[in-house]
């Protein structure tokens, strides 16, 4: 089946099947709960659309195959996870796709494909701590050896989906350097101190601090080799930066359609609300951001379709589709007055989703300034 086909299965299951549970009380402020998400996944499997970006003889989708996939599974903020293409699960499955062992791809990946298994990516550490943070080489988390084994010290923040979740990819410094390791979860070393009231609420779990305090793993946990984890957190980066961009296009999309039904139907000083130029303008910009944005996922795909890492391209996308998002979510609400700041659709949901976007997977400012470093590099080396 193409990747059209396999979006089109995969947006009519979330327009039809998955965007009726948007108002369902499982839809918690930390995420969707388990059972919900079960609940889903078992209609995914039935219609033929979960984990749809990876084909039943483990081939995956290129780039820009997936784009046209996660757009249409992003149309509902509970899409993504229904069909089992959300952050972080998606991320890691290609991570491990790419570099993991054969055993480890049975032990840890296997169950995060047939959507039985949440997984999460414990990186960032707590500000309070002076951890890693926009600034991975920040990082404190401690890998000490243990007979042939490892033992692992530290404490995470914002873990997304570390509640709940059966398999995680811990990054810790060991003395050859930031390693990764694999986990099965939960287990008692781990321990959620709490989990943070944030300003989205689509994935499960929410986001997690997580105190890990003497954690043994094997050997043959480790992903890669010591010191290895920066340069494996590199594959997973630049794709992964690209399908939140591709996902939340989706959700962008599916606001706008929101905004645009409210402003032909709703009436103010005698005539429809597009009629009014104000109104007309927001949704015509947001017409042509739409349209920007899913040009530069293109683009971005195109480059990754090479083979190349894509960093300085997933960087502009990022900036460019995560701030074009915004622009695109902001006037939804407002041409929706006092309803778009209500829960009687998603746009609200969707504005509180792509602020918080503009954060992870690094911030606007981190990407703008390593772009900067590059553009004077460039600019020295042509001297
Ligand atoms: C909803 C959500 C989910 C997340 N999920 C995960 C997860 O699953 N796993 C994980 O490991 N992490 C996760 N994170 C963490 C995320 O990756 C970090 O929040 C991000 O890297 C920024 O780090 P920080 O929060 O410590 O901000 P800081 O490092 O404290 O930075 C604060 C601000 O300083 C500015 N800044 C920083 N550096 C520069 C610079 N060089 N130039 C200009 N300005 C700069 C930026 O504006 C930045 O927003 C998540 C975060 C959020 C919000």
Redesign the pocket.
């Known amino acids: 089946m193409s990747a059209v086909a396999i979006a089109a299965k995969v947006e009519a299951f979330v327009r039809d099947v998955v965007a009726p549970y948007e108002r369902d009380p499982r839809c918690g402020a930390h995420g969707p709960s388990d059972d919900l998400v079960a609940e889903l996944r078992a209609k995914a499997r039935a219609a033929g659309v979960l984990t749809p970006h990876i084909l039943a003889d483990g081939t995956h989708l290129d780039h820009r195959e997936v784009a046209v996939v996660l757009h249409a599974a992003g149309l509902s903020p509970l899409g993504p996870v229904a069909v089992n293409v959300a952050?972080?699960d998606e991320g890691n499955m290609y991570l491990l796709g790419k570099v993991a062992t054969a055993d480890q791809k049975v032990r840890f990946l296997a169950p995060i494909l047939a959507g039985e298994a949440r997984s999460?990516?414990?990186?960032?550490?707590p500000?309070t701590d002076g951890?890693?943070?926009?600034?991975?080489s920040m990082l404190q988390t401690l890998a000490t050896r243990d007979g042939n084994g490892w033992r692992i010290d530290g404490r995470?923040?914002?873990?997304?989906?570390?509640e709940g979740a059966k398999v995680g990819i811990v990054?810790a410094k060991a003395e050859e350097g930031a390693s990764l390791f694999l986990v099965d979860l939960p287990d008692p070393a781990i321990r959620i101190e709490r989990v943070l009231d944030?300003?989205?609420c689509s994935?499960p779990g929410g986001?997690a601090v997580v105190a890990i305090e003497g954690l043994k793993v094997t050997a043959d946990q480790m992903l890669g080799a010591p010191g290895d984890g920066f340069k494996l957190a590199q594959v997973r980066l630049a794709p992964a930066r690209l399908t939140h961009c591709m996902r939340w296009l989706g959700a962008c999309t599916r606001a706008n359609e929101i905004a645009t039904d409210y402003a032909n139907r709703r009436q103010a000083f005698g005539k429809p609300l597009i009629d009014h130029e104000g109104v007309g303008f927001m949704l015509a910009e947001n017409v042509i951001d739409l349209k920007q944005a899913e040009l530069m996922i293109a683009w971005c795909a195109d480059v990754l379709d090479t083979g190349a890492l894509g960093t300085v391209e997933s960087s502009m996308a990022k900036v460019a589709v995560s701030e074009a998002l915004m622009r695109i979510a902001d006037r939804c609400v407002q041409a929706m007055g006092g309803t778009g700041v209500s829960g009687d659709t998603i746009v609200e949901q969707v504005f509180r989703e792509v602020r918080?976007?503009r954060?992870?997977?690094?911030?606007?400012?981190?990407h703008?300034?390593?772009l900067a470093k590059k553009i004077k590099r460039d600019w020295i080396a042509a001297q």
């Open positions: 952050a972080p999460a990516f414990f990186m960032t550490e500000a951890g890693a943070g926009s600034d991975p995470k923040a914002f873990i997304t989906g570390a990054m944030t300003i989205d994935m986001h918080a976007f954060i992870y997977d690094g911030p606007t400012e981190v703008k300034w390593s």
